[in-house]
């Protein structure tokens, strides 16, 4: 594995993003005179805390927050720890966390949240204080990973559509401002699943707020995902119906697409590279009409199940509702949405932000349905807009990424996403490159995670320090290094790491270069597999 060390030698290039580094002498003094100096109109100053690094935070657990399932957080560096709440309305608001590192780059990093929670991302906070951000976290306007608070309370769903993130910033800019007294350099966003659509939603309808955007596996066409989440129950049927197919049985279907699709990218190495390529068929594992034992084989009806799982979702007259479910994914999704159980998220959402019934069946949904949260769109929550020109204008830039193994969220729907701002801009690739670059990860479940070279410094890795990295090697410190230094250092590739069994110190299983859309990923030596230098990029 000789070629890693390069990717590796990331020492040098600390100092030159370093950016300009301030000092602040007395952390301590500097955190409790803000907390008494510090007023904006609509904030409330909860605490203010000077947490020395290492220190291991314990995190709130009460109520609906014992849901988001996080107990502590290791504060990274020497910070400033400031929590607020923020009145968005006379009857919503957010809370908040601003973590300030006593060593400051003089960059702002905003963090968003997952699926309709209302967990601030602590590892995503500490992930960018790491670096030296500024970085803020809001809890998206309510408590826990339910959407019930949604329940007569618009107020709190348009917190969570738009203006939780944008809250957020702004507050967050501002706390930062004056902590440090200081202007903030560069404005940056990480966030991944509805962290993706936040970010991406900021850029359509926020242009100003940053100069760069890691967005990740985005929750985008945000309400025809959700009836896409939630429209296998009804094609599955409940677990006792003849149409389910149980987990064991989607091992099989797994291998038996591996069979199929795995080597059309020239390596059968268990990741399909570009699984819009494979058009798979069940019919192999039907059972044969004489067989008296079907655990091993699909049924008729499972069979169908499969296809239609594995098909594009239309609805009324034809329109496409939300692309199909891309294959390899599915020994993650056969655990989250084949259950023949109603989709929590779907759930919630169609009962308390679309159809005000509490007691609406997931079962009954239908193009109907879908057609009906399409229409109503609130908040404009669907986060669709293909012109993208006042960001770029301002010289923004984004790194969209979306793992090709994503159980929850198709990654079919990121290139969908990515040619209609092409048509909206009426740009090509080529142009789209000066501010918008989208990258397929081989083998990333959703957003980090699977059998692929996940690992892209999207997120804080357990025993890595990622502050070292070399930016081919991190997605944040690509994005730090293209927006401050320019076009030259834009990503033409990202480079992942596959960790042996995801842990950093049982080292590095293989290295392997994601390639930017529309370019897909193919080996030309497949006995070399693991070496990065056996794959090419082409169209
Ligand atoms: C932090 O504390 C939690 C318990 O609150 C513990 O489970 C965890 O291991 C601690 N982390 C470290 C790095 O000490
Ligand atoms: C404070 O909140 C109200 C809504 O409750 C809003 O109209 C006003 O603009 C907010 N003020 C600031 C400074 O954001
Ligand atoms: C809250 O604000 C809304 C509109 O912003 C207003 O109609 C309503 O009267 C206010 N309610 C209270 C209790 O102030
Ligand atoms: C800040 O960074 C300098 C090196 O640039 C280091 O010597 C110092 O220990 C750091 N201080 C803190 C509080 O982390
Ligand atoms: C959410 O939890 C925080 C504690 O971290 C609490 O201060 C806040 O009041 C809670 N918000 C709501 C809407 O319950
Ligand atoms: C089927 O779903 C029920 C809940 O409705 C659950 O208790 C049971 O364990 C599930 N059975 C299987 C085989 O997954
Ligand atoms: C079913 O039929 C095939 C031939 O069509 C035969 O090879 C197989 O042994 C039969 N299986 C059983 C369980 O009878
Ligand atoms: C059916 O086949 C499976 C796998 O070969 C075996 O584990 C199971 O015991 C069989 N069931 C019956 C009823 O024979
Ligand atoms: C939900 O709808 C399905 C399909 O119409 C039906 O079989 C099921 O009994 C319903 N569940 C409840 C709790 O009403
Ligand atoms: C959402 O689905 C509706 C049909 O229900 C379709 O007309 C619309 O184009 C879809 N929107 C997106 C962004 O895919
Ligand atoms: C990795 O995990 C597998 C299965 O859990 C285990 O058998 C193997 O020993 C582990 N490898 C190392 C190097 O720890």
Redesign the pocket.
Known sequence: MAPLTSWFAGAASLLAVAGAQHVVEDPQAACSKFGETFSRENVTV?FVHHVPAGTNLTL?Q????ATCGQAAQVAPVDLCRV?M?VATSNRS?I?MEAWLPSNWTGRFMSTGNGGLN?CIKYVDVAYGASFGFAAVGA?NG??GTRGT?FEGNSDILEDFAYRSLYTETIVGKAVTQAYYGKNINHAYYLGCSTGGRQGFKMVQDFPELFNGVVVGAPALAFNNLTSWSGHFLPITGSNTSSTWVPPSKWTLIHADILEQCDALDGAADGILEDPTLCRYKPIALQCPSNATNTSTCLTAPQVVTVQRIFEDYYGKNGALIYPRMQPGSELVASNVIYTGQPFPYTEDFFRYAILNDPTWNASTLDAETAAYAAALNPFNIETWKGDLSAFRNRGGKIIHFHGLRDGIITSENSPRYYEHVARSMELAPSELDSFYRFFRIGGMEHCSGGDGAWSIGQEAVEGLDQVGQDAQANVLRRLIEWVEEGEAKAPETVTGVKYVNDTVGLGVEFVRRHCKYPLRNVCRDAERHQDPEAWECIL
């Open positions: 909860n709130s009460e109520g609906p927050l929590a709440y608001g809370t209302g809890n309510h408590n608070a």
